[in-house]
């Protein structure tokens, strides 16, 4: 408590908080990230097989979709009404054409060519999002040298055509900036061939949802090993159209390692999904700035004022503690000088009966005639004898109760016998017997302090051998004291402690005594005397037929 006192605890706590709080959270977060890295080794391939499952179910719904979708148009009931009479039924399936162009934002062209490869209704849309319209009759075209044409053709009626995934080319040229569409043909069937309906897709938003991944670097490539789409911006889109050598991303040819890799089957080609790893060093540098960014903006923040708030709660407490102690020891000592002044009340009745018999003897003398020198002598030494007697009584507890400020050396028979002297009367009216052994040793420490101690196990071995005698009335009471330099050892013949009451014996206010005989601080206040004061120890233990207390002083006796 006195270090308290000396010191800023608010100031040391809080900086000492702060401190362990900042190195746990640094360490937190270097633990949490080598567990992280581990969790994503273990996780990263069920995570990519699931990612992968899910692109090329998505990938493959959408070849589906426009597969249902030719097939409804071959089968409607306008459409083979216009293949029966097509002039009469033109207008119609140009609506129809513009109706269903316009259900669906990534249709670029849905178009009927006849048998001859002549386009014979056409719906276009320049941009993903604008309306589709129709074109005019002057600026249908002949595709029949087109593959598309040429392919779809010659599929059978159920078969679907599913061109290559490349970019838009208008005139010979690609178109910048890169569009690329994927187109699908069936043909038509009446009394025979009749021509294809054909639909243009544009691909870009397609292809930016197969690459989305926060977790992966997602690469989209065909048989050749040309890259045509990724979401790493290390590598360029649609390296086979770039000038010189494109980048060769196709897992048999090269050393980028792939998680896993996904088939896109097309009829006129093979896509390839790859996962990577994305760049463990991003991810660091990310970690590590968001960590900082907590660690800055909560943690040094919360804990700052965590620590105010927390070091005012034991700060608090310790005062009170220090003040109930103060108290406690405060009314120990005036628990014991009671039991001292009761026990000087026993020492004086004896003194003052035999001077009060000497004082009635007085008066007696004189009608008697007997007063002479002699008897006045003898009167005035067995009278001094006796008030010395007291005043020494009263030195006794005058040193008793004062507590030593400084330490000094004295004898270990001298403090052991003057306070086993005050008992003597007390001793002797109840057949209790001390007896001392030990060499004689010099002890450096707190002279009245140890004397307390001594004192309140004495009188707490006496009154364990009175209480044993309710039970043995012939009892013969005896306190053994042995003493060294660096213990002071106290033993009774009293029973010993019972198990209940041994572990709380040196509790403030436990007592085994009646209310009115003590309040149970005298064991308290020599165990902190022993403990705090002197930084030794005060033992206790059940020996054979009673109990001992062991005083243990410190072989380095510098208790301040």
Request: glycine residues 6%; charged residues 25%; negative net charge.
């Amino acid at each position: 408590m006195e270090f308290l006192r000396r010191t800023s605890y608010l100031g040391k706590f809080t900086g000492l908080f702060i401190l362990v709080g900042v190195l746990l959270a640094i360490l937190s977060f270097g633990v949490l990230h080598l567990e992280q890295l581990r969790l994503k080794e273990r996780i990263d391939q069920d995570r990519g097989q699931i990612v992968l499952s899910f692109k090329q179910s998505e990938y493959q719904r959408m070849l589906q979709g426009y597969d249902d979708l030719l097939h409804a148009i071959r089968e409607n009931p306008q459409f083979r009404a216009y293949i029966k009479a097509p002039q009469q039924h033109r207008e119609d399936i140009k609506g129809l054409f513009k109706t269903l162009s316009a259900s669906d934002a990534n249709i670029m062209q849905l178009r009927y060519l006849d048998a001859k490869g002549m386009e014979k209704v056409r719906v276009d849309r320049y941009e993903i999002g604008q309306a589709p319209f129709v074109v005019p009759q002057a600026g249908l075209q002949d595709k029949a040298h087109r593959d598309y044409f040429q392919e779809t053709a010659k599929k059978r009626a159920e078969e679907l055509y599913i061109s290559r995934l490349d970019l838009n080319i208008e005139h010979k040229k690609v178109e910048i900036p890169y569009r690329p569409v994927l187109r699908f043909g069936i043909p038509v069937y009446e009394k025979g061939f009749e021509g294809i309906i054909i639909v243009n897709v544009f691909m870009q938003a397609i292809l930016e949802n197969l690459i989305d991944s926060y977790m992966f670097n997602v690469f989209i490539y065909d048989e050749s090993g040309c890259l045509l789409k990724t979401n790493n911006a290390s590598f360029k889109n649609w390296s086979c159209y770039q000038e010189g050598p494109f980048e060769v991303t196709h897992p048999e040819r090269t050393s980028f390692r792939l998680l896993h890799q996904a088939v896109l089957s097309e009829t006129n080609g093979t896509l390839y999904l790859g996962l990577g790893e994305r760049d463990a060093s991003e991810w660091l540098i990310d970690t590590i700035r968001e960590a900082f960014i907590v660690l800055v903006l909560v943690i040094i923040p919360v804990g700052f004022l965590l620590a105010l708030f927390l070091a005012r709660i034991p700060k608090r407490l310790f005062d009170e503690l220090e003040e109930r102690q103060a108290l406690l020891i405060h009314q120990a000592r005036h628990a014991a000088m009671g039991e001292l002044i009761s026990n000087l009340a026993h020492h004086w009745r004896q003194p003052l009966n035999a001077l009060g018999l000497q004082i009635q003897d007085l008066r007696e003398a004189y009608n008697y005639g007997e007063i002479n020198e002699a008897y006045l002598d003898n009167m005035i030494g067995t009278s001094m004898t006796t008030i010395q007697a007291m005043s020494e009584n009263i030195n006794n507890l005058r040193a008793f109760v004062q507590s030593s400020e400084e330490q000094q050396r004295f004898s270990m028979h001298e403090v052991v016998l003057s306070t086993t002297a005050m008992f003597t009367e007390e001793f002797n009216r109840q057949n209790i017997h001390v007896k001392f052994e030990g060499e004689d040793a010099m002890i450096t420490g707190y002279y009245n302090e140890i004397k307390q101690v001594i004192y309140s196990i004495i009188n707490n071995a006496k009154e364990a051998i009175l209480q044993q005698r309710e039970t043995d009335p012939g009892l013969q009471g005896m306190i053994f004291i042995t003493g060294t330099k660096e213990h002071i050892v106290i033993r009774d013949n009293g029973g010993g402690i019972p198990k209940g009451i041994k572990e709380r014996i040196f509790e403030p206010y436990y007592t085994t005594k009646f209310q009115s005989a003590g309040v149970g601080l005298g064991l308290f206040l020599a165990k902190n005397i022993i403990e705090e004061r002197m930084h030794g120890q005060l033992l206790v233990r059940n020996v054979e037929n009673g109990a001992e207390f062991e005083i243990v002083l410190p072989e380095n006796r510098d208790f301040n």
